[in-house]
């Protein structure tokens, strides 16, 4: 199964269920960003510039593959400066399992998260201001 042909599942009765892969990828891309110590996704080309023209892409930094019976998620990530990246990692991970669960029903084969930056704190530092 390639990434053009959708999931399918359901009951014989009543019809059946397709899940599009961009419903995977944007489902994993919202359950990894809501773990703590994740700074960013990362994405492509492609959701870049859909983020320049104002769309917001979910699915940002997620790469779904779809073979006979499993399916493999690759998430890439920023981590904030200081946080364990073991931890955040396997966080993410199970973050994206549940998530998946819950919302579809299927069962991963792997969750691989790949820690591509390490995201520092920008914070400008006021000056103290000019006494004249």
């Known amino acids: 199964m390639n990434e053009n042909q959708m999931l399918e599942m359901g009951s014989a ?5 397709e899940i599009a892969p961009e419903v995977i990828e944007v489902i994993a891309g ?3 960003a809501e773990v703590e110590g994740v700074s960013s ?3 492509n080309l492609a959701s870049g510039i859909s983020e320049i023209i104002g769309k917001k ?4 930094g997620v790469r779904v593959d779809l073979s006979e019976e499993r399916i493999k ?10 946080k364990s ?6 966080n993410v991970q199970d973050n994206i399992r549940q998530a998946l669960l819950t919302m579809t029903g299927l069962e991963l084969s792997e969750v691989n ?3 591509v930056g390490v995201q ?3 914070k400008v530092e006021q000056e103290a201001p000019i006494e004249l």
């Open 41 to 43: 996704m990362r994405g």
């Open 13 to 17: 009765t009543l019809g059946r269920v």
């Open 113 to 115: 998260v790949h820690v």
């Open 30 to 32: 919202i359950a990894a």
């Open 73 to 82: 998620i690759d998430v890439y990530i920023l981590v904030k400066f200081g």
């Open 57 to 60: 892409y979910h699915g940002k």
């Open 120 to 122: 520092f704190d920008t």
């Open 85 to 90: 990246i073991p931890t955040v990692a396997g």
